[in-house]
């Protein structure tokens, strides 16, 4: 019973920035790595950046070195700074978390957020 909720979409012009928002709730034992996806129009899925529990992380070529993946494990929260957007960021973002739900059954597993649209328009 673990629910992750994001916020922080909407509409940006080219070299705006946003910052994305994802905070999970429900039976939480232990939150592992996080990460975000993104989903654009005819486009598969792709990781976008994950960050472990120790701080390690990783980008997409296409967004490194203006995107910026964090945790504050006090809020169960990932955050996402997206800046300098371009045009072809314009996508459906998602949130995942490996989550342990209860010590009893511990083992992880993946929960997804429902997803926010950022557009990028001039």
């Known amino acids: 019973q673990v629910q992750l909720v994001e916020s922080g979409g909407g509409l940006v012009q080219p070299g705006g920035s946003l910052r994305l928002s994802c905070a999970a709730s429900?039976?939480?034992?232990?939150?592992?790595?996080m990460g975000w996806y993104r989903q654009a129009p005819e486009k598969e899925r792709e990781l976008v950046a994950d960050?472990?529990?120790?701080?390690?992380?990783k980008y997409a070529d296409s967004v490194k070195g203006r995107f910026t993946i964090s945790r504050d494990d006090t809020k169960n929260t990932v955050l996402l700074q997206m800046n300098s957007l371009k045009l072809e960021d314009t996508a459906v973002y998602y949130c995942t978390m490996k989550v342990v739900g209860d010590y009893a059954v511990y083992v992880y597993s993946d929960y997804w957020g429902q997803g926010t649209q950022v557009t990028v328009s001039s």
């Open positions: 960050i472990s529990v120790g701080g390690r992380t």
């Open positions: 429900g039976s939480i034992f232990r939150i592992g790595a």
